[in-house]
Each structure stands twice: as C-alpha cells, then as structure tokens.
C-alpha cells in the first residue's frame, strides 16, 4: 500500500470525487472496491479520504472499474499530480476545493477588503459581485450565487467551525446593488455581527484578502482568491505568515459592539426593524459626502 502522507486540501477534494465516481457508477462499496481490485480493506477509504497518493495504476484500476474511459483518466491524471502539494492553483472559478474544505474546516478566519466575505454574502449582493467580475460570463452567474449560498449551510451545521470574517470598511463602501441590496448585506453583517470584526477605513489595507482553515486532523490551510488564480497553501512558514496577519488584524479591528456600531452607520433602519432606531435616510460616515 502506498504511504501514508499529510493530506491536502486538494488530495481531499480529488479523492472525495473518486468516491463519489464510484457511488454513482457502481453499485460497490468502499470494501467491495478494494477486494475486487486485490488490494487491502483500507486502500480505497485512505485514497478516497486523500490520505495516501495512489499509483498512476492504482487511479487507472479505481477510474475503469468504474467504467470510465481513457480520456477521462488523462484528465483526472493531469489534476491529481498536483494533489499532494505544499502550494496548489487552481483556476478562480473552481469553488469545489474551497466548498469542500471549509464543510469540513473546525475554524475559519477570513479578510476581506473588496467585498463582503462569501460566507456571509446575501444572494443579491453576490449576484453583484459575479456582474461586476469581467471574466464570469452572465450565463453562469445564477450557479455560481447558488453554489455560494450552498456553501453557507456550513454556518447552520449542529457543530459549525468557529468563524471570524475581518471585513475591511473599503468592502463596506463598495456598491454591488441598488440600497436595498446593500442594505440588505448590511442588515446580513449586522444580524452575525458576533462573527464580523471591522477593520477601519484608515487603516491600510494589508492585503487583497486571506482566509485560514483549521482541522481536527489535517494540518492548516491558507486560501487566496485571486483575479487569475485560486492558491491553496499548506508549507509550514506560509501558515506561521498567515496567523501573524490576522494576528496583526486582532490588534487593529474594532471589537464586537465597535463594528456594529460601525455596520449601523451604513444601514438606513426601516420601519419593519422596530428593534433598529429609525432614520429617514441611510446614514453616511461623517467624512463621506452624500452621493459617494
């Protein structure tokens, strides 16, 4: 049997697909696999779960055995080659990596300065964030909002990850929507403001955005998403780099009542929030003049 490695948020995510190849063309189990294949019990469950990396002929026997051809196995080929590495890109569209790491994550931290994290996007507001994304073409905007707000139930799991968002206030100023979508996303923060911290507008914005995923039995990983390209990182001393800048943002974000305060003074209270004051207009930082 191969060795055992550390796993990968890559290897995990290209294994469960294996699994569910077999789930949907076979009628075998795990176990089944593994003795009509010759191999020991375990093999299949420790490549399913992208605990081990399989020979080139270990992939081809899982991938016919499941009734696939070979250009298939070229394909899946290409992909888990990189599987098992420290530093994995992927292309920005590709979300079932990050989907499946953070259902499986036991923390999440997150920062983000040119939009509301995903995890805490209402579907309009995303809606405006895919129009506004030049290369995401219009046909495809409806998946992707509805992949996002999948991607969201890990918030509503019995036992959820820890989260914390560090939301620039540059995000908070960006307008991808009318008022009422915004102030909808607005209300959103506010309604999980135990989780959102405010990073003030006069701070300088350290970095285009980050998130760091914890797990009960996998090592850390740091995700960036990118115009040209999604990273995945697990090499020790990115990680040590990763937890010193959102130790850095610990120190400079507004605690929990400072960045609801904040969130308030974009949110234009409406009569059907009685539990809000009422104002007859949304209100502005005072340094921002009306119509920016």
């Known amino acids: 049997m191969a060795p055992t490695t550390p796993s990968t948020a890559y ?27 010759g191999w020991d019990p375990s093999k299949v469950s420790n490549i399913e779960n992208g605990k081990v990396r399989p020979s080139e002929v270990d992939l081809a026997q899982i991938v016919t055995t499941c009734g696939m051809d070979t250009e298939y196995f070229d394909g899946f080929k290409r992909r888990y080659q990189r599987a098992f590495d420290e530093y994995v890109v992927l292309a920005p569209g590709s979300l079932g990596t990050l989907a499946m790491a953070e259902a499986t994550a036991t923390t999440i931290t997150t920062y983000d300065v040119l939009t509301v994290s995903g995890l805490v996007q209402t579907d309009a507001y995303a809606d405006g964030v895919y129009r506004h994304a030049a290369q995401v073409g219009e046909q495809r905007i409806p998946e992707l909002v509805r992949i996002r707000g999948d991607r969201q139930a890990v918030l509503r799991k019995v036992h959820a990850p820890k989260c914390l968002f560090y939301v ?13 979508v915004m102030e909808e996303q607005y209300l959103q923060l506010l309604f999980n403001a135990h989780m959102i911290r405010i990073v003030p507008a006069d701070r300088p914005a350290i970095s285009a955005g980050l998130m760091l995923l914890e797990f009960a039995k996998a090592m850390p990983v740091a995700h960036s998403d990118g115009e040209l390209a999604r990273v995945f990182v697990q090499e020790s001393k990115a990680i040590a780099r990763t937890r010193q800048m959102f130790d850095h943002l610990a120190q400079i ?6 960045s609801r305060r904040k969130l308030m003074e974009y949110i234009s209270p409406r009569r059907d929030h009685p539990d809000l004051p009422h104002r007859s207009r949304r209100a502005r930082p005072r340094h921002q003049e009306p119509g920016r």
């Open 168 to 180: 620039h206030e540059i995000a908070l100023r960006q307008q991808f929507g009318d008022d009422q």
């Open 11 to 37: 290897s995990r995510d290209l294994g469960d697909e294996l699994r569910r190849l077999r789930e949907s063309t076979t009628s075998l189990t795990g176990n089944a696999l593994a003795v009509r294949l």
């Open 253 to 258: 974000a507004l605690d929990e009542e400072q």
